[in-house]
């Protein structure tokens, strides 16, 4: 069975809790974790755990016109935003709980199979909650419906993979404003896979608080990696990033509404 890599000298890892009330501070954020490795300053890998406000946040590739209803996001006053990572859109809310791995590129399995592996690593947590999950592609199901959905970005420098798991996600709201992905279409564009989803509580029939979940998975999470996790911020070079990012690129909603056509750093 494959389990995330740490080698030796780094069996201490950075843990971030870290969010903010602005899907786009969040987002450029993670970016800035990435763009750090290739700065020549000595980082630990990190674990980050944090939560959107109520937020769409689409792929890197993707058509927001054919992914989200604009118009119900507008009306319940839904955030939209788009990572540097591919992949499908996803509703997340502050009930929805986001992991961020982010690691030098040497430091993590092959290309491919790093994703498989951490992948693995979550459903086996969410496991020891006495729930059967399975991995179809990036996400994980159980009984059939959507839980947990990942994405990645590998650089020169850097793997970065993050997922967010539905503890106990406004599944309503999220399928009033992801309706348009269920439609089928060929474009360049990419389009989600859809799914039905559920929640950990719902999944665990109530049987743990939101609060509870999360400590579960924390402590869970850190019992399996096998580290160490030391509780840091960010440094000044990934701050000054992750400010530069926001107010040139995840601010704007030509890049959140446009991707690739937006603008750059």
Request: aromatic share 8%.
């Amino acid at each position: 069975m494959p389990t995330l890599v740490a080698p030796t000298h780094d069996l201490i890892w950075r843990r971030l809790e870290l969010s903010y009330r602005s899907a786009p501070r969040n987002l450029a954020v993670e970016e800035a974790l990435a763009r750090a490795f290739s700065t020549g300053v000595q980082i630990q890998p990190t674990l980050r755990m944090w939560t959107n406000p109520e937020a769409v946040v689409l792929g890197r590739f993707q058509d927001a016109p054919s992914e989200v209803d604009l118009r119900q996001c507008e009306l319940n006053d839904v955030q939209i935003a788009r990572r540097f990572t591919g992949g499908g859109t996803v509703f997340q809310d502050e009930r929805t709980l986001n992991l961020t791995l982010a690691t030098r590129r040497r430091d993590c399995l092959a290309d491919l199979s790093f994703q498989e592996a951490n992948l693995e690593l979550v459903k086996e947590v969410l496991n020891e909650l006495g729930l059967r999950c399975s991995i179809s592609k990036n996400s994980i199901l159980v009984n059939g419906r959507k839980v947990c959905g990942a994405a990645a970005a590998v650089g020169l420098h850097f793997t970065l993979w993050h997922c967010s798991i539905l503890v106990d996600t406004d599944t309503e709201l999220l399928e009033l404003t992801l309706a348009p992905s269920k439609l089928e279409g060929k474009s360049r564009f990419v389009h989600s896979q859809w799914h039905e989803v559920t929640t950990l509580t719902n999944a665990l029939s109530g049987t743990y608080s939101f609060d509870e979940l999360l400590s579960f998975i924390k402590r869970t999470l850190e019992a399996k990696m096998k580290v160490k996790f030391e509780t840091r911020p960010l440094s000044p070079e990934e701050q000054r990033f992750s400010q530069a990012l926001h107010s040139r690129k995840y601010s704007s909603s030509e890049w959140n509404l446009r991707g690739n056509s937006g603008p750059t750093v």
